[in-house]
């Protein structure tokens, strides 16, 4: 059996020491903002859309970009991490859709969440600090990955 795979992007948005999650329904875990990388778009733009969407906060992408003179090319922000996600797992053990995740890392300017209309509604996210975290039953590469975005956005204070 062949495997899908899509491309997805994931932002942790950091405010104030914090994370946002939310619980996703169909999945039963709380995840950051992110989605699916349209056919017409990079993964960071996907990411900055998907938290303009789900959260109406307007995040600003901690950028680790290479200098390199690309006359014919861009450099793309990188993202922090990459991380393979099945998606769908057959009673067999096969696989049969995966999520290529670009993760990223993001500052907001607030808490104040109001996502667009067909989002779920507010009251699915909640902040978290690292200490909240690590006390938290929430998945441990989320609790890891939310503690490294908050401290490195938290390093990059004043941008």
Known sequence: METTRHFTSTVY???DGATALHHHDRLGIRIPPG???DRDELPHEAGIREVRE???LEPRLLRETAAIDAPAGEVLPQPAHMMLYDINVHPDGTVG????DHVYFAAVDSRGVDPDDGEAGAEVWEWYTPAELRASEIDSDTVDIGCEAIAAVGDHDGW
């Open 13 to 15: 948005i950091v405010n």
């Open 35 to 37: 989605g699916h990388v």
């Open 54 to 56: 789900e959260t109406g």
């Open 97 to 100: 859709h995966q999520h290529i």
